[in-house]
């Protein structure tokens, strides 16, 4: 299922939502009702005055990495907040401080200089935990995960980037 709307539809709810920004809010526009991807193709064909699967044929092919079955426009358990705009809502979010963000992104880094993936897959986990790898990258985790060398090496890089850190 996805959303559709018209680029005048949605440039008019991103200029409407530009003016009520004060700077780092996040808002979320109300896209109309989802549709199914096979309703649309179905509904293109007979538009074009052809019978779907008789005059042309609909093939699935699946997921493509990173794809998913449906569009989530906001995760269960975030705060929502109205506006003064009825298609318009404000999402109140965890406020994270510049710190906190240098340490993750100096984890990541070290975890990606090293090659970790497991390492790297782990963190972005802990940080986002939303964040579901595609099946490629997983089965490279799994194989990274019991590669003790490049354990030893991110444990290095870790040690020496806070022996930096004191000096």
Known sequence: MRYFMTVTEAVQLVLQASTMGRG?????????EP????DLAQNVIRLSSLEPGKDIKIVFTGL???EKL??????EGEGIRSTAHDKIWMLEGERIDFEQV????????T???????????SKLRRIVPEYWPSEEIDSLREIDRFDRAGI???ERAALASAAEDVA
């Open 102 to 109: 240098r340490i993750w992104l100096e984890d990541l880094s």
């Open 35 to 38: 549709i199914k991807i096979l």
């Open 64 to 66: 493509r990495p990173g």
């Open 70 to 75: 449906f569009e989530d426009l906001r995760l």
């Open 111 to 121: 975890q990606v200089e090293t090659k970790n993936v497991h390492g790297l897959v």
């Open 152 to 154: 030893y090496k991110s």
């Open 24 to 32: 780092g809010e996040i808002f979320i526009l109300d896209m109309g």
